[in-house]
């Protein structure tokens, strides 16, 4: 017979690992977020006691972004290149998962080490490459202009003028974020189609489902819970994003608000209002975790009924 604190005990390694890489440097940050400036040093003096806490700079940042506050804009480019952003890893992703977890066969292995490669190369590394494909003369660039894809792109509004991507682009920054956050999307999601049982959809083809509405009606909501987890773990780190519009555009006509963080806490004078940001952006984050987190439990409750 086990004691009772034999199990429990094996979750102490993660716990600890959470409290000093995560919580110990999150409530840091707090600290700095609702401490004071040095008038002199113009450095940021924390405050760790919660009854010291000074919630001016939290304030200031919430009013500001407010309708036409300094990083109203900024929000609302960074809810709109995250939203396209996701729209795009959606579509592209998910028939990648579908065919690899309901047709692949023999080139199964093949194509899920495929999904994995991206993660053996250095995210900067990557984003590099792109800067070399997509820069005038550059392959990408090249043919984009023989298809004739880069004056669609033009008439579609998404660039400014034919060929030109790397002059602070929205286009390229959407692309980028795609191409930088897919894998993250589509292996969860593929782990979420492989899991369904097949008899399921056999049942629906039994009762006259044609293929479509038994994709529509079965595999689609039993995906769910993949769908959002991959949503999920692209959407967090894209919020807070900084160096991939710093890499393929550096413009601040596409800067997002991970761009503001890092401004106030490498560039500017006031790393508090930098914190502050932070934590406005870290409670925004949360409400989507809530309802990720509301979901699973849901679904799980569904499947036990």
């Known amino acids: 017979m086990y004691p009772r604190w034999l199990w429990p005990a094996f979750a102490i390694p993660g716990v600890v690992w959470l409290l000093i890489l995560f919580l110990l440097p999150f409530y840091a940050v707090v600290g700095v977020a609702f401490g004071n400036i040095d008038p002199i040093l113009q450095t940021p003096i924390p405050a760790w006691n919660p009854l010291n806490w000074n919630t001016g700079w ?8 407010t309708p036409g506050g300094v990083y109203w804009d900024v929000f609302l480019r960074t809810i709109r290149y995250v939203a396209l952003s996701l729209g795009g890893c959606i579509l592209i992703g998910y028939p990648v998962a579908y065919y690899i977890a309901r047709h692949a066969t023999r080139t199964k292995s093949l194509l899920l080490i495929l999904l994995v490669l991206p993660f053996w190369i250095s995210y900067l590394m990557r984003m590099l490459a792109w800067i070399n494909l997509l820069a005038p003369g550059g392959y990408a660039a090249r043919f984009l202009s023989a298809t004739h894809i880069s004056d669609l792109l ?55 489902a044609s293929p479509f509405r038994a994709f529509w009606h079965v595999t689609l909501p039993l995906s769910k819970t993949g769908l959002l987890g991959g949503a999920v773990l692209i959407v967090l780190p894209m919020f807070g994003d900084y160096y991939t519009p710093n890499i393929v555009s550096g413009a601040p006509t ?20 930098g914190a502050a940001i932070t934590i406005v952006l870290s409670a925004f984050l949360v409400v989507l975790m809530g309802y990720y987190m509301w979901t699973i439990h849901k679904s799980s409750k569904e499947l036990v009924a």
Do not use: C, K
């Open 254 to 273: 596409t800067s997002m608000i991970g761009n503001q963080i890092d401004l106030y806490f490498h560039g500017g004078p006031q790393p508090t209002i």
């Open 154 to 208: 033009y008439h579609m509004g998404l660039l400014s003028q034919p060929n030109n991507y790397l002059g602070g682009e929205s286009f390229t920054v959407i692309f980028a974020l795609i191409y930088g956050y897919i894998p993250y999307f589509i292996l969860p999601l593929y782990a979420s189609l492989d899991r369904i049982d097949r008899s399921h959809l056999e049942a629906a083809r039994d009762l006259g």
């Open 58 to 65: 939290v304030a200031h940042v919430l009013n500001e972004l």
